[in-house]
């Protein structure tokens, strides 16, 4: 019959673990601990940190023979509670002419006018076709590369991929934050200032939030 292991082995055999669990989960989460820790001082200051917002409009007219397209999906559009995906043509030239992806976006319908709103992280644009006369009218805002990051952080119009990658970053940092909490008990003998300071880590903003927000 083998021998237990004895404590010693035991602490190193988890202590190996939670370090590896822990370089691990900080590797996956560094560039992200990076984007939102400048991104959480950026929204901070957002007062503070002037923004210019760069708007481009593009009105043109379109052909009959597309227009007429457009217009005989009027019915279904309506069918469907005044909301639809843009035709197909119509699709296809907006992306030769614009080089603006529609795809999967819903438009509002009406009798007098198609509307497409195309949010973004960093901007904003949209379109309007006027099917009386068809007329097409395009407008972009950009509000620059701090904007687009500050969206990101938000999670502001940036889609599906984007939100995975902020459940899976919120779970790396959670293995990261715990197992750093257990690395920190195993040295807590031999480093007086562990959990003092650790608890300074909640003392202090559970003070600021008592006494200073209201």
């Known amino acids: 019959m083998s021998a237990s292991?004895?404590?010693?082995?035991?602490?190193?055999?988890?202590?190996?673990?939670?370090?590896?669990?822990?370089?691990?989960?900080?590797?996956?989460?560094?560039?992200?601990?990076?984007?939102f820790s400048i991104t959480g001082f950026t929204l901070n200051h957002a007062g503070q940190i002037e923004a210019k917002p760069k708007v481009q409009s593009k009105v043109v007219q379109l052909e009959p023979a597309l227009l007429q397209q457009v217009t005989g999906h009027l019915p279904a559009a309506q069918a469907n509670k005044d909301r639809a995906e843009l035709p197909s043509a119509l699709r296809a030239w907006i992306k030769d002419q614009w080089d603006v992806d529609t795809q999967g976006r819903e438009a509002e319908w009406s009798k007098e006018e198609v509307y497409l709103s195309l949010p973004?992280?960093?901007?904003?644009?949209?379109?309007?076709?006027?099917?009386?006369?068809?007329?097409?009218?395009?407008?972009?805002?950009?509000?620059?590369?701090?904007?687009?990051?500050?969206?990101?952080?938000?999670?502001r119009n940036t889609g599906v991929a984007w939100s995975w990658f902020i459940d899976i970053f919120a779970a790396a940092t959670l293995v990261f934050s715990i197992t750093g909490l257990f690395i920190?008990?195993?040295?807590?003998?031999?480093?007086?200032?562990t959990w003092p300071m650790a608890a300074l880590g909640l003392v202090i903003p559970v003070l600021l939030a008592l006494l200073f927000i209201h």
Request: charged share 25%; net charge positive.
């Open 120 to 155: 973004r992280p960093g901007g904003d644009a949209w379109l309007r076709l006027n099917l009386q006369d068809g007329e097409l009218e395009y407008e972009r805002t950009d509000r620059g590369w701090l904007s687009y990051f500050n969206d990101l952080h938000k999670g």
């Open 5 to 35: 292991p004895s404590p010693s082995r035991r602490r190193a055999y988890w202590l190996k673990t939670l370090h590896e669990w822990h370089w691990v989960s900080s590797a996956i989460c560094l560039v992200g601990l990076l984007l």
């Open 184 to 193: 920190l008990k195993m040295h807590a003998g031999n480093r007086p200032f």
